[in-house]
């Protein structure tokens, strides 16, 4: 009871191709994970978690020596906090994280450029006004 040795090749090879079909789709979908990076707008500030100190671009730090106009994100690994010697990695840097991908911000008349608190106050309010409007018409008879 040997097979049909004409089917074998029909039946690997259509195996073949959907094994293809499904790394192509695994590959895809691997790109477009990579792709999926929130906009993060930093100011360039960072705090020191353990004594408070601001760090600020506009000021730099004239111990280290830092000048001015350097970001947060572009000091070197080795910076320490010059009030109590804090590693770089103990700062708490100001960021805020845009909702949406980077890549779709100059879309949807502005609102893709808001953070998620923007965006909930948008529609919340609103739908108050919305509501607002609602009940006032019970008032005009």
Not at 22 to 33: I, P, V
Not at 59 to 87: H, M, R, S, T, W
Not at 93 to 111: C, H, M
């Amino acid at each position: 009871m040997s097979a049909d040795p004409g089917t074998e090749p029909s039946a690997s090879k259509e195996f073949e191709e959907s094994d293809t079909e499904s790394a192509r789709k695994k590959a895809e979908a691997d790109r477009l994970r990579a792709a999926e990076k929130f906009m993060v707008i930093g100011s360039g500030t960072a705090v020191c978690k353990g004594c408070g100190y601001e760090y600020s671009p506009d000021k730099g730090d004239p111990d280290f020596p830092v000048p001015k106009g350097v970001l947060f994100q572009d000091l070197p690994e080795d910076y320490n906090c010059p009030i109590c010697g804090a590693e770089k990695a103990k700062f708490e840097s100001r960021v805020k994280v845009v909702a949406g991908f980077a890549e779709n911000q100059q879309y949807g008349l502005g609102t893709n450029s808001m953070t998620e608190g923007q965006k909930s106050l948008l529609i919340y309010g609103s739908l108050a006004l919305f509501f607002a409007l609602f009940l006032a018409g019970y008032a005009l008879e």
